[in-house]
């Protein structure tokens, strides 16, 4: 008898601790080629944790948020959703690569459990998994954001397009060239590359070869660098004009005196300090990290907020009544300062906010346009 009490009461002390706190499972790129995204992504994730732990956490419960490393692999990020579900999370912050979620969200689906993803390939939100949602708009929503300013702006003819061929590339390349024809605009040339790719010489050789008035620039975090690079050591004249990473902190650090002039329409960007919420997030993660913070820093933080503004709004930690909840849901900042942005979010997990217009002027990424939510 004596024996049995003393191996039930940890297990009832185990039962006790799990009742008074809420997991959260952060899946991301902390190593590969996406760890410059999974690793922003993660701390900005860690940093919205601190701060829902400090305001009573979620439901009342200390917020708990175990980390689980894809190494940038599909195949991985699929086996760790499973491992974060089967060890009690409920709810998935992550993965930032299109390639990784659509092959993960179809278990947390399976499972019914909320997934926040800082994924941009407009197949996420075209698969029908009602418990996926973005931290950022689609390139089905941010590619076309970039038309006024490559027709009115630019006053373009012809377009080149540089993109990676990856989920994530095909994805904003597609968007990009559908958006141009409607525009009237001629795309000229077309330049795919390989993920991890090294060397961009043949590629930018054929892009000042074919002389088009502006070149859109799609690729990920360290072939946007290598890029950039080459465009200047190749003279490359016309501008070169992208979406979401190409002016980022990371790129911007990679390719130094060469990312001078790049232009990007960003989702979110930690440089519009005009926001008073997005001014407050940079200073205090800039401060906790001693380092700024880039756009996917932005998004985990995002991710953790919501789910803790939607889980209290449900009462419980449910995912079918957390996708029930979703569907259609707007934050306002005036209510939910945490959002940082008013933000929507479709029937199909979709994210509608203003946006912004950048260039790297002096070696940072500043703001020079505001675009409204679409």
């Given at each position: ?21 809420v ?20 701390d ?19 917020v708990?948020m ?40 179809l ?14 390939a ?82 930018v ?5 074919a ?26 004249p ?35 300090t ?7 997030f ?62 929507c ?30």
């Amino acid at each position: 008898m004596l024996l049995a009490a003393l191996i039930a009461l940890p297990v009832g002390s185990v039962s006790a601790q799990t009742a008074n706190t809420v997991k959260l499972g952060m899946v991301g790129e902390l190593s590969g080629a996406g760890a410059p995204s999974g690793t922003n992504w993660r701390d900005g994730a860690r940093l919205a944790v601190t701060e829902v732990n400090a305001a009573g956490g979620i439901l009342g419960k200390k917020v708990e948020m175990p980390e689980y490393d894809t190494q940038t692999d599909p195949q991985v990020s699929r086996a760790l959703v499973q491992k974060a579900i089967d060890e009690g999370v409920v709810a998935i912050i992550g993965t930032v690569y299109s390639g990784s979620t659509l092959v993960n969200m179809l278990v947390a689906k399976q499972n019914s459990i909320p997934q926040f993803v800082g994924s941009e390939a407009p197949t996420i939100v075209e698969r029908g998994n009602p418990f996926v949602y973005r931290t950022s708009s689609g390139a089905q929503k941010g590619v076309p954001a970039l038309t006024p300013y490559f027709k009115d702006t630019l006053k373009a003819k012809k377009v080149g397009v540089a993109w990676v061929n990856n989920e994530f590339g095909r994805g904003g390349r597609n968007v990009f060239i559908a958006e141009m024809k409607k525009a009237g605009i001629d795309v000229i040339i077309d330049v795919p590359s390989e993920q991890a790719q090294t060397d961009y010489a043949a590629d930018v050789a054929k892009l000042k070869s074919a002389n088009p008035d502006a070149v859109f620039v799609y690729m990920n975090q360290e072939e946007s660098a290598r890029f950039l690079i080459e465009a200047k050591k190749q003279t490359l004249p016309m501008p070169l004009v992208g979406e979401v990473t190409l002016t980022e902190a990371k790129v911007i650090e990679l390719a130094g005196p060469a990312a001078e002039g790049a232009i990007a329409h960003v989702g979110v960007t930690a440089t519009a300090t005009e926001v008073p919420g997005i001014a407050a997030f940079a200073k205090s993660f800039e401060e906790t990290f001693k380092r700024k913070p880039t756009h996917d820093a932005i998004k985990g933080y995002v991710g953790v907020w919501s789910t803790k503004y939607v889980m209290d709004m449900v009462g419980k930690t449910d995912g079918e009544a957390f996708s029930k909840k979703m569907k259609g849901l707007c934050l306002k900042v005036a209510d939910h300062p945490k959002i940082l942005l008013d933000t929507c979010w479709d029937d199909r997990g979709e994210m509608s906010r203003p946006s912004f217009m950048v260039q790297v002027k002096g070696g940072s990424p500043v703001v020079i346009g505001a675009v409204p939510a679409n």
